[in-house]
């Protein structure tokens, strides 16, 4: 327990030099050198990043215990000739307050200021118990805030940095409601929160909470601190409703956006766009892209992606192969999420041998489908009674080790039972097993439920 460890020795001995008191007077500096720097972080490929090479500090404490927390720093202390710097301290305390109590953190850092007077907390330091405090079963407002007094009483008004800090931290153990009362808190003894947490919280209300929530808070922030909704928080409230179907709302939001003096990119008409497919509104889908070249906003990939997947979805499959040679007219290569939708909206139709046709011109213009492509393609003949086609296409997705989705697992199988080849659909479920592709009782399960509604089928034909 005394003894310093190497690796933290090497630290400390890197950290000569002391840190004064806000009172004493500045110290000459040691050398007129300039620092030698640190060499930099090399990326998997043996490439420098320009980034430097960040020192990895060793996770000190073990042990949640005051008692012990203290004698360590002693023999830290005792080992070292020269005081530690703020960052051996501040190194020191987010070791030991991520397992410890609130109280026994703030012992802590005290006891610390009492042993080496050199040591001069920062705002940084106090930092670090609110990041911090979001890791202890305890956390509550109440823990926070005491934080904050104790910032207040050691001479250090809480920033939009600590408001930050201490919305996130209540935020990660759930505590929004708690998060907002502490905002609005701040707003009025402090500063108002800087965008960023305001974000941050109109997302997490989002998760959690009635849009007419959201809702009130956005205009309670605007009426007691002026802080107002930019871009990036429209486009947040504009994903929740879509997400919840409120399509109409969005539509709202978007002409808001505009008196805000906002203009939508294209990740908030995509947004828009993806609400529509998900409940197959291809139509009003195509409104929106529409929309979008009235305003002079020019689609990108995942705007012709997501329109060709929700005209895929919603039999508007003619429309959906269109909009691919506007896609390439436009400077745009369809990519495997691209033809993989328009697969899947040719098989929903019944033309599996088209979507089969739409994989060569695939691969011959360079693009490699993936594993959902072979997956949507083995559902897809299967489920239109083309086994031999799709016995091909499995001994490939085997070939190249490839996992089967729980469908296409399913449709094949119950294809290769249909066609009397039982040994076969045993085979794949042995690949499906072996590959990890689902779990030994799933894939059981969906080839019994198989073999047995075959089996009933046999024996209410022989009773006619």
Do not use: W
């Amino acid at each position: 327990m005394g003894k310093l460890s190497p690796s933290f020795r090497s630290i400390l001995s890197s950290n000569t030099v002391i840190n004064k008191p806000p009172h004493s007077p500045a110290a000459p500096p040691l050398s007129s050198k300039k620092a030698t720097p640190k060499p930099s972080r090399k990326t998997p490929s043996g490439q420098s990043s320009g980034h430097p090479e960040k020192p990895k500090l060793p996770t000190v404490f073990k042990s949640a215990s005051l008692a012990d927390a203290k004698k360590l720093y002693s023999s830290f202390v005792s080992a070292t000739k020269a005081p530690f710097n703020l960052r051996v301290h501040n190194s020191l305390l987010q070791s030991y307050a991520s397992i410890a109590t609130l109280n026994d953190s703030i012992s802590f850092l005290r006891h610390m200021s009492k042993v080496q007077p050199s040591f001069s907390p920062d705002q940084s330091t106090f930092h670090i118990l609110l990041s911090t405090s979001g890791n202890r079963p305890d956390s509550t407002l109440a823990s926070v805030q005491q934080i904050l007094n104790f910032m207040v009483t050691n001479g250090f008004n809480p920033d939009k940095v600590t408001a930050d800090l201490a919305v996130r931290s209540l935020c990660s153990v759930g505590l929004v409601d708690e998060a907002v009362e502490l905002v609005k808190e701040l707003s009025q003894k402090h500063t108002p929160p800087d965008i960023y947490t305001y974000n941050h919280l109109v997302k997490q209300l989002c998760k959690s909470r009635a849009l007419s929530t959201v809702y009130n808070f956005i205009v309670e922030m605007r009426s007691s601190c002026g802080a107002k909704p930019d871009l990036v928080t429209y486009t947040i409230l504009i994903d929740n409703v879509c997400n919840s179907n409120n399509l109409r709302e969005a539509m709202r939001l978007v002409s808001l956006l505009y008196k805000e003096g906002f203009k939508p990119d294209c990740f908030v008409y995509n947004t828009i766009m993806k609400g529509y497919c998900m409940v197959g509104r291809g139509a009003e889908a195509i409104g929106v892209y529409k929309k979008m070249k009235e305003v002079g906003l020019e689609p990108d990939v995942v705007t012709f992606n997501t329109l060709i997947f929700g005209l895929s979805k919603s039999g508007r499959v003619k429309e959906a192969r269109n909009f691919l040679d506007i896609m390439a007219e436009m400077g745009h290569f369809p990519d495997a999420v691209t033809y993989t939708s328009l697969m899947n909206g040719m098989c929903r139709e019944g033309n599996a041998l088209g979507a089969l046709s739409l994989l060569k011109e695939m691969e011959a213009k360079g693009c490699n489908p993936n594993s959902c492509t072979y997956n949507t393609l083995l559902h897809g003949l299967s489920k239109s009674r083309l086994l031999d086609r799709g016995i091909e296409l499995y001994g490939l997705m085997k070939s190249c080790d490839m996992k089967l989705e729980t469908a296409s697992y399913s449709t094949f199988v119950r294809a290769l039972c249909r066609s009397g080849r039982i040994a076969e659909a045993y085979e794949v479920f042995d690949y499906a097993v072996e590959s990890k592709s689902l779990t030994d009782v799933s894939a059981y399960l969906s080839l019994e439920s198989t073999l047995k509604s075959l089996k009933n089928a046999r024996e209410q034909a022989h009773a006619i």
